[in-house]
């Protein structure tokens, strides 16, 4: 498991979501598999998208899609973990998002993973680049932090 992001602390992030592991996250190991570190990310960035920003991906003009992700392990989670998912922004463009994500268990300050995701923003069935939408934007700036 990676050193780089151990040290990560939890005030370092703008926003938490609560998100439950569940018995089919645990692979052969007894451990939350990798592959599912990713949907806690989107989980936690899209709920916070649909909060606060009114995100409804099947009417909206503008939806943000994946275009690079990476995660780092610390530390083990597995079912039935109830899981802290910090996210914060690193970068905010024209029409891109860099999230920065930090996963703990409940109540513990050590992280068990961190990663990033970025988010471009597309026109809904055209997936050519356009503007983050003002609405968005307004809900991403409470996210920014500082290089």
């Not at 050193?3 to 998100?19: M, S």
């Not at 990310?41 to 920003?53: C, S």
């Not at 970068?91 to 996963?103: A, D, F, M, P, Q």
Request: proline fraction near 3%.
């Amino acid at each position: 498991m990676s050193g780089e992001g151990r040290n990560e602390r939890r005030e370092n992030y703008r926003e938490f979501v609560e998100i439950p592991t569940r018995w089919m996250d645990n692979d052969v190991y007894g451990h939350v598999n990798n592959v599912v570190y990713y949907s806690y990310f989107d989980t936690a960035v899209n709920g916070f998208l649909m909060r606060e920003a009114g995100l409804d991906y099947r009417s909206s003009a503008a939806v943000g899609v994946v275009a690079e992700t990476g995660c780092q392990f610390h530390g083990e989670i597995a079912f039935p973990d109830v899981l802290e998912v910090g996210i914060r922004v690193r970068r905010l463009g024209n029409s891109s998002v860099t999230y920065e994500i930090g996963i703990f268990r409940k109540g513990r300050e050590e992280v068990a993973a961190t990663g990033h995701f970025v988010h471009v923003y597309v026109a809904h069935g055209e997936m050519t680049p356009v503007p983050i939408p003002d609405q968005v934007r307004a809900a991403l700036e409470k996210l920014v932090v500082e290089a």
